[in-house]
């Protein structure tokens, strides 16, 4: 089925740092929604974004709907141990389905 | 705890086989979404539900159906089970003209 690409896979980070992961398409989206899932576990909306440049912000995390509509941003700040998991986006392209698109998923690695 | 609710939330059973995941949705939502998380992968979308009748549909192979009853509790059937259908079956719920949805538990199905 069809997914987003997100970037990085994957990232190991020293506890304290900044971590920055982005979701892109070659296709134009509505609504962007932020997801942490820890296994075996479902996935927890963060942040929902609802317009293209929007910067949306939920305690340490800050997530962005890029201006061209074909990707979004997911930064971090000041990482902490229980920040590890995996982090999903998902775009929804018709309104009307409410059919998401997730992305492959960023997993965190948090050193302490 | 997002208040949607997946049961059971192990199942082990054999190829041929069929089984049956249920799921509530949150208090007042009339949407539901069945999405399928094979390991260390994405969650693939495979049908969506708004108040009893079909709204979407995914990547749902025939031998799966899932229907939304008056209650607005889901149910997906899986049939002619095979090896490959192992995987972490994710219930989703949202209301109204919100487009975010929430995640339930999941049921992680193996197939021998």
Redesign the interface.
């Known amino acids: 089925?069809q997914?987003l690409n997100q970037s990085p896979q994957s990232m190991f980070i020293q506890e304290g740092e900044d971590v920055s992961m982005n979701c892109t398409s070659s296709s134009i989206f509505n609504?962007w929604?932020w997801?942490k899932q820890d296994p075996?576990?479902?996935?927890?909306?963060l942040i929902?974004l609802?317009k293209a440049g929007e910067l949306t912000s939920n305690g340490r995390l800050t997530a962005q709907f890029g201006i061209t509509r074909k990707d979004s941003f997911l930064n971090i700040s000041a990482s902490i141990p229980s920040d590890v998991g995996i982090y999903?986006c998902?775009g929804?392209k018709d309104?009307g389905?409410?059919?998401?698109?997730?992305?492959?998923?960023t997993r965190l690695k948090v050193l302490a | 705890d997002s208040g949607v609710t997946q049961t059971p939330k192990h199942l082990i059973t054999a190829t041929g086989q069929r089984v049956t995941l249920r799921c509530s949705p949150r208090s007042g939502d009339l949407s539901v979404y069945w999405y399928q998380q094979s390991l260390d992968q994405g969650l693939q979308f495979l049908i969506q539900y708004y108040n009893g009748e079909e709204r979407a549909k995914g990547n749902i192979l025939e031998r799966f159906s899932a229907q939304q009853f008056p209650d607005l509790h889901s149910e997906l059937n899986l049939s002619s089970l095979e090896l490959g259908d192992s995987a972490l079956y994710f219930c989703a719920s949202s209301g109204g003209g919100i487009h975010e949805q929430f995640f339930g538990p999941g049921t992680r199905l193996t197939v021998l």
């Not at chain 1, 075996?40 to 909306?45: A, F, R, T």
């Not at chain 1, 389905?97 to 998923?105: E, L, S």
């Open positions: 089925g997914q609504t929604l997801y075996g576990e479902g996935p927890v909306l929902a609802y999903f998902a929804l309104a389905t409410y059919k998401y698109i997730f992305g492959t998923g």
